[in-house]
T-cell receptor
């Protein structure tokens, strides 16, 4: 069965600290996709990144970076020099290759204090 | 204008009432989804549709029904609402040909069943 685990329920940091959000997944598929979404206090879900199972290159986008490691079934998300605007709930998700069905983790609430 | 819209954005209703949540999209995507979000549980898939003639049950379809009126419209109905259907409901769309498997979410509908 497919499963996404975000063990960190809530993280609090002070502005400018670096923070890593953990995501561990389980799947028997050889082709799959991993995602991160951000849900700010306003409630909408904002797509951040998609990674397919054949691409293990890490990615950096501004202050955001993602570390995909198939050996440990992890897809961790790091925010460098966090800002108050980064405060949100972050969801990691796994998609089956054939159906597009997204399996979500339970989310990590990040609070960044000034 | 938003690519994926949901109406209403907020709804309070009473137990036993029939409720319809509507989703419209201008992205031209064939695939549409309904999810519900509950605190601490992440998002769970209710129904999904790959085209107008295709409807599939998701993880938690009991108590819900859907209608795909057109490529751009996908409605979720609660035939007889009950309090444990109080949740935040999201519609999403995807198109494997665009950015394979990335789902784009609407702003959500907050439903309260008294």
């Amino acid at each position: 069965a497919q499963k996404v685990t975000q063990a960190q329920t809530e993280i609090s940091v002070v502005e400018k600290e670096d923070v890593t959000l953990d995501c561990v997944y389980e799947t028997r598929d050889t082709t799959y996709y991993l995602f991160w979404y951000k849900q700010p206090p306003s409630g909408e879900l904002v797509f951040l990144i998609r990674r397919n199972s054949f691409d293990e290159q890490n990615e950096i986008s501004g202050r955001y970076s993602w570390n995909f490691q198939k050996s440990t079934s992890s897809f961790n998300f790091t925010i460098t020099a966090s800002q108050v605007v980064d405060s949100a709930v972050y969801f990691c998700a796994l998609s089956e290759a054939l159906t597009d069905k997204l399996i979500f983790g339970t989310g990590t609430r990040l609070q960044v204090f000034p | 204008d938003a690519d994926v819209t949901q109406t209403p954005r907020n709804r309070i209703t009473k137990t036993g009432k029939r409720i319809m949540l509507e989703c419209s999209q201008t992205k031209g995507h064939d695939r549409m989804y309904w999810y519900r979000q509950d605190p601490g549980l992440g998002l769970r898939l209710i129904y999904y549709s790959f085209d107008v003639k295709d409807i599939n049950k998701g993880e938690i379809s009991d108590g819900y029904s859907v209608s795909r009126q057109a490529q751009a419209k996908f409605s979720l109905s609660l035939e007889s609402a009950i309090p444990n259907q109080t949740a935040l409901y999201f519609c999403a769309t995807s198109d494997p040909g665009e950015r394979a498997d990335t789902q784009y979410f609407g702003p959500g509908t907050r439903l309260t069943v008294l």
